[in-house]
C-alpha cells in the first residue's frame, strides 16, 4: 500500500474543506425550511440573516408624516390621482407587482434584465431572490408595528387591487411598506450582479413601489421609507459571505442565460407601457 506524503494529505484535506464550504454556500442548512414573515403569511423558504441581524426599521426611519403637514398632503395627492388608474394597465401591472410567491415573483425583474429567471433556468439566482425576500420582508415589521398607521383603503374606502388581502392587511401597519423594502432591494442587489442594466433595474425598483400606491394598499411615505429600509438590509447582507458567494453565483447564470439568449417569457413592451404611468407624477 503507498504511502501518502503530509504534504499531499495537506492538500487533500485543504480541498476537501473547500468543497465541503462551497456546498454549504450553494445549499445552506435550513434554507427550505418554512417561515413566516408579519403580513405576508407563512410559505417563506429561510432567509441569509437570523431576524434579530436585520437592522431596525423603527431607528432608521422617522415616525409617519404628521396631520396637517405638507408631506401628509403630498400622502393624500398621490392616493387621489392613484384612483384614476383603477381598471387600467397600470391597475392590472400593480396587481402582477403584488404577488410575492414564487414562481411569479421571480419574473418581476426579468424585463429589466433582460432574461428568463425561473429554478430551471437561474437556479442560485431564483433562490437568492426567495431568501432575500424573507429577510427584506422582515426588514420592515419594528416600524410597523410600533406606528401600526393606518392603510389608505382603510382611510379612503377606496377599492384596493388585491380584495383577497383585506382583512390580513386591515390589521397590518402601513408604514414603511414592506412590499417595496423588497422591490427596492432586489432592484439593488440585481443592479450589483448585471450592472450593464443598473438604469432599467432602478427604474423597475421605483415603479415597483409605486405600485403600492396604485394598489391603495399604501402611502408615499410609506413607499419611499422602505425604500431606505430595503437598502439598509441590502448592506446588512453584505457582511454574511453565503450572500455573496451567491452573488458570484448568480452573476454566471445571468452572463450564461445572455449566452443562450434566453429572453424574458412576459410581455415587456406592455408591461413597459403600463409602468410609464407614474401615479406620484400624474396631472
Same mark, same amino acid.
Given at each position: 500500500?503507498? *504511502?501518502?506524503?503530509?504534504?499531499?494529505?495537506?492538500?487533500?484535506?485543504?480541498?476537501? #474543506?473547500?468543497?465541503? #464550504?462551497?456546498?454549504?454556500?450553494?445549499?445552506?442548512?435550513?434554507?427550505?425550511?418554512?417561515?413566516?414573515?408579519? /403580513?405576508?403569511?407563512?410559505?417563506?423558504?429561510?432567509?441569509?440573516?437570523?431576524?434579530?441581524?436585520?437592522?431596525?426599521?423603527?431607528?432608521?426611519?422617522?415616525?409617519?408624516?404628521?396631520?396637517?403637514?405638507?408631506?401628509?398632503? @403630498?400622502?393624500?395627492?398621490?392616493?387621489?390621482?392613484?384612483?384614476?388608474?383603477?381598471?387600467?394597465?397600470?391597475?392590472?401591472?400593480?396587481?402582477?407587482?403584488?404577488?410575492?410567491?414564487?414562481?411569479?415573483?421571480?419574473?418581476?425583474?426579468?424585463?429589466?434584465? /433582460?432574461?428568463?429567471?425561473?429554478?430551471?433556468?437561474?437556479?442560485?439566482?431564483?433562490? #437568492?431572490?426567495?431568501?432575500?425576500?424573507?429577510?427584506?420582508?422582515?426588514?420592515?415589521?419594528?416600524?410597523?408595528?410600533?406606528?401600526?398607521?393606518?392603510?389608505?383603503?382603510?382611510?379612503?374606502?377606496?377599492?384596493?387591487?388585491?380584495?383577497?388581502? &383585506?382583512?390580513?392587511?386591515?390589521?397590518?401597519?402601513?408604514?414603511?411598506?414592506? $412590499?417595496?423594502?423588497? /422591490?427596492?432591494?432586489?432592484?439593488?442587489?440585481?443592479?450589483?450582479?448585471?450592472?450593464?442594466?443598473?438604469?432599467?433595474?432602478?427604474?423597475?425598483?421605483?415603479?415597483?413601489?409605486?405600485?403600492?400606491?396604485?394598489? *391603495?394598499?399604501?402611502?408615499?411615505?410609506?413607499?419611499?421609507?422602505?425604500?431606505?429600509?430595503?437598502?439598509?438590509?441590502?448592506?446588512?447582507? $453584505?457582511?454574511?459571505?453565503?450572500?455573496?458567494?451567491? @452573488?458570484?453565483?448568480?452573476?454566471?447564470?445571468?452572463?450564461?442565460?445572455?449566452?443562450?439568449?434566453? &429572453?424574458?417569457?412576459?410581455?415587456?413592451?406592455?408591461?413597459?407601457?403600463?409602468?410609464?404611468?407614474?401615479?406620484?407624477?400624474?396631472?
Amino acid at each position: 500500500m503507498k *504511502n501518502t506524503s503530509p504534504i499531499a494529505t495537506w492538500h487533500i484535506s485543504v480541498l476537501s #474543506l473547500a468543497l465541503t #464550504l462551497a456546498a454549504c454556500a450553494g445549499a445552506p442548512v435550513g434554507v427550505d425550511q418554512s417561515v413566516s414573515i408579519a /403580513g405576508f403569511g407563512p410559505g417563506f423558504v429561510a432567509g441569509y440573516l437570523p431576524e434579530e441581524a436585520i437592522p431596525s426599521s423603527l431607528v432608521q426611519v422617522p415616525p409617519p408624516p404628521a396631520a396637517g403637514s405638507a408631506a401628509l398632503a @403630498l400622502d393624500h395627492d398621490v392616493a387621489q390621482r392613484s384612483f384614476a388608474l383603477r381598471d387600467t394597465p397600470r391597475w392590472t401591472q400593480a396587481i402582477a407587482d403584488a404577488d410575492l410567491t414564487f414562481p411569479n415573483a421571480a419574473g418581476i425583474f426579468s424585463c429589466a434584465l /433582460g432574461i428568463t429567471i425561473s429554478e430551471t433556468d437561474t437556479p442560485r439566482l431564483y433562490r #437568492l431572490l426567495r431568501r432575500t425576500l424573507t429577510d427584506l420582508g422582515r426588514s420592515t415589521g419594528t416600524a410597523k408595528r410600533h406606528y401600526d398607521r393606518q392603510r389608505p383603503f382603510v382611510e379612503n374606502g377606496q377599492a384596493m387591487c388585491t380584495p383577497d388581502w &383585506k382583512q390580513r392587511l386591515e390589521h397590518d401597519g402601513s408604514y414603511p411598506s414592506g $412590499h417595496n423594502a423588497i /422591490g427596492w432591494g432586489w432592484a439593488l442587489i440585481l443592479a450589483e450582479i448585471s450592472p450593464e442594466q443598473v438604469d432599467a433595474l432602478l427604474v423597475r425598483g421605483r415603479n415597483y413601489g409605486e405600485s403600492r400606491n396604485v394598489c *391603495n394598499v399604501h402611502w408615499h411615505s410609506d413607499v419611499m421609507q422602505g425604500r431606505l429600509v430595503g437598502a439598509g438590509t441590502v448592506a446588512r447582507l $453584505h457582511a454574511d459571505p453565503v450572500f455573496r458567494a451567491d @452573488l458570484v453565483a448568480a452573476r454566471s447564470e445571468i452572463d450564461n442565460s445572455r449566452a443562450q439568449v434566453r &429572453k424574458p417569457t412576459r410581455d415587456c413592451l406592455a408591461e413597459a407601457a403600463a409602468l410609464a404611468v407614474q401615479p406620484s407624477l400624474a396631472q
